[in-house]
């Protein structure tokens, strides 16, 4: 209900009038039945446009710090992430990423819009990184199409940091549907795995236009961090 509200009555005419928001494409996203969306990211914002502009409810599997947060900010965030059904995720590794992946399974086993951000994290500068091999397994178990999605110039709205949007016009362009069934059964070889991943950032690079580079966007993050 709280989704419905806030896209149709609250926040969604309100980001409409102002950003002016751009698209192609949506007639991609089939009208029933479990799809992943797989974007890139570029800013806090891309899980806002996205679902504001796709004809069913996307859920995001979201980080778990948007939902532990303290303070009047804390507390917002947690109840918007919660109301428009965003699920919390650890993404420490290990039988924290196993977890992850069994959640989104599940959304897509009660056939909803699952959302997903292969590069992990935001890219740090507007490039577009290395794919994470999640959602390969994701899409090779469940056995579900995989539709690319690219957000244009959202980290000029809002960039890394920026707690304030500015105030400028975005744009989204929504691919065709990726089938990956010849890969059926083949969801615990790493090499296949890979190659799914590098073929779904593929379709990304060319949809969004951004410069690829083949390292994780996480270790550029650690590196940065580490240099200051």
């Known amino acids: ?37 797989a974007s890139n990211h570029l800013s806090f914002s891309d899980s806002i446009f996205l679902p504001l502009q796709s004809r069913r409810p996307v859920v995001f599997l979201a980080k778990s710090e948007y939902f532990t947060g303290r303070g009047f900010k804390g507390a917002l965030t947690r109840w918007f992430f919660k109301a428009t059904g965003q699920l919390p995720i650890d993404r420490s590794g290990g ?3 196993e977890a992850s992946l069994n959640t989104g399974l599940r959304v897509l086993a009660q056939g909803q819009v699952l959302g997903i951000y292969p590069e992990g994290t935001r890219s740090p500068d507007g490039r577009l990184f290395r794919g994470r091999t999640g959602i390969a397994r994701m899409a090779l178990e469940s056995k579900v199409p995989v539709i690319p999605v690219a ?31 010849r890969f059926d059964g083949m969801e615990g070889d790493r090499v296949i795995l890979r190659a ?3 073929e779904i950032m593929y379709e990304l690079m060319k949809l969004s236009g951004q410069e690829y580079v083949d390292t994780y966007a996480s270790t550029l993050k650690e590196k940065r961090a580490r240099a200051r």
């Open 1 to 37: 209900m709280a989704y419905f509200i806030l896209k149709n009555f609250l926040l969604g005419p309100i980001l409409k009038a102002l950003f002016r928001p751009w698209v192609r494409g949506m007639e991609n996203i089939p009208t029933s039945g479990p799809v992943i969306l």
């Open 95 to 97: 039988r924290a990423s």
């Open 151 to 181: 957000m244009i110039d959202t980290e000029k709205v809002q960039p890394i940091g920026r707690r304030l949007p500015r105030i400028r016009r975005i744009g989204i362009i929504v691919g065709e549907p990726l089938d990956f069934s």
């Open 196 to 198: 799914v991943t590098d």
